[in-house]
């Protein structure tokens, strides 16, 4: 057997389904092999396409998603998409080629040294340099990206070595038991909890993995402490229920902040610094600070824990919840109601009228009407996404995708392509703003080519709008954010699918129920008004008394 047959079949034993990438020349045994397999391999037009396909497959599955690419150009194309993997912490193996294990010290053609370029984007990787090696570097490839805290490893494949002739049979991945809480950290919590007069909890990117999010709920119901997720938390409990003070908004100034101003203990629970950093909620660093997370905290000047609990996030809530059974310790699950329902409103506010111009707050009632709980609802990047964050209620955990450790432009395009591909009963939706659209839109010949229906929203305002919201907020002015757009809706036709652009809000409200219902690959693109992300800024500046 040749070691890219092996290769396979060591991708095969850990339950691969997918591989999304570029052919080259230096992968080529690898493509073979992959012919007779059970492995389908999706051939994407921009190895950052791949990479984020399988970036978001790793995310919504659990399950490592692979990417795979040349060497040199290809490699660096991969690059973005295993970059948001990492610091999204979603699970990923990215496979690269190489040329011949001959030449890779010396200077040649398209020779880069890819192993080390991918080093501080992964958590492991290495250049498989024996074909012994074969079996163990996958396995550990699959093993390190799949634990917790997941995230992005790589291994190369020089042709020469794919070529090699080996006969192992592929590790089988064993179930590793996730660390238990440590019984005197989950004591000191609760006695924290105890003597907190207003606790309240962040639930960050963790708090979705795993059973994290049934626990969390029900230590929610016995103690009524409320909960305000991060923008990839969001789904830790379900908005409806009472206690959901929704997201954290727009950084340190929107409504929830009165309630994180007064809390005077936060319990954060699986939490990552990448996305929204302590400096917004604990300027002062007087927030007294229970840490549950798989992995210690972060050394950081605004975030002093007075405990950590370093271990499985359910596993931990578990605990907790195992004491307060007997314990019943519950707090006034009052105060925060005033909060609540400033913040609801606020949502409710952005309903569209008659004759209104779009924005993309009032588009976002109408895609959450039109999705059930578990549909799936992936955002791009941009000032879209402050709307998706702040204004989108979700129900269920892992129903609404937000890249927000790396915030990488160009996902949800390629991204909403994996979704359905990983969960095809449900209804997926991307959104976008033409930037983001514009950076991947080739995916859409590769989801057209392979069947899959999701529907593309497409936000146009002609600009980088949340690059000019920023500019104008700081400065007055903007520079290098307008843009000019090709006819949107010919550009989609142009693919062979369907496209919508609606010019009043019937036809809004009918494009896009027809666009999500067909479940049909389809594009509505929607001219949107940005003002009302400067009316944002304004009515929060006030709220804020600045
Ligand atoms: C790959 C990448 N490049 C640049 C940025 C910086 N950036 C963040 S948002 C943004 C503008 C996004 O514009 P658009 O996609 O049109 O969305 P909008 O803000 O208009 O909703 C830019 C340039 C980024 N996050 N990612």
Redesign the pocket.
Known sequence: MKVSDLVVRCLENEDVKYIFGLPGEENEDLLFSLENSSIKFIATRHESGAAFMADVYGRLTGKAGVCLSTLGPGATNLL?GVADAHLDKAPLVAITGQGSSSRIHKEGHQNIDVVNMFKPITKWNTSIRNPKATIEVIRKAFKLAETEKPGATHFELPEDIAKMDCLLEPIKPLRVRRASPDYKAIQTAINLLKRANKPLIIAGNGAIRKLASKHLRQFVNYTGIPVVSTFMGKGAISDKDEHSLITVGLQARDYVFSAINEADLILTIGYDIAEYAPEYWNPDKDKKIVHVDFLPAEVYDYYQPAVEIVADVSGALWAMNEILKKEQISFNREWFKPIRQKIIDDINSYKLKDGDEFTVPGVLHIIRESMVPGDILIS?????KMWVGRNYPVYEPNSVLISNGL????IALPGGLAAKLALPHKKVVAV?????FM?NSQEIETARRIGVGYTIIV?N?N?????SWKQKSHTGKTFGTHLSNPDFKMYAESFGIPAYKPKNLKELRDNLTEAIDSQKLCLVEIPIQPKVNYELTRKLEQNSGE
Request: net charge negative.
């Open positions: 973005t791009d990047v941009g000032s879209h915030a990488s432009m160009g976008m703003g033409d930037g983001g950076m936000f305002d600009d980088y709008g949340l690059i």
